[in-house]
């Protein structure tokens, strides 16, 4: 099984509210483990991976589903960050 650890984790946001940064942030920690339980290369096979800094970019959305949408990018960009790392 793998070992995920994140020591830090620093996100700006721009242009939303406090109480949607709060819940966003409130929630990512369960989004990020719901997609890596999803990745069953890395429950299978046991490595070490070191990634000092991961830069996700930036990403547009609107709407109500807002929140729900950033959390999922957001963590879909760590875990990718992670398997293409821990590939190369």
Avoid: C, H
Avoid at 11 to 33: M, P
Avoid at 40 to 47: A, E, G, K, S
Avoid at 56 to 71: A, C, E, K, N, Y
Wanted: hydrophobic share 40%; charged share 30%.
């Amino acid at each position: 099984m793998a070992d995920v650890r994140i020591n830090r984790l620093e996100i700006r946001l721009k242009g939303i509210s406090f109480g949607d940064a709060r819940s966003l942030a409130d929630a990512l920690g369960n989004e990020l483990l719901r997609q890596l339980a999803d990745q069953r290369d890395m429950l299978t096979n046991r490595r070490s991976v070191r990634l000092e800094r991961i830069t996700p970019g930036t990403f547009r959305v609107s709407g109500d589903q807002r929140v729900p949408d950033l959390q999922r990018m957001i963590a879909g960009s760590i875990v990718r960050s992670i398997l293409d790392f821990g590939r190369n």
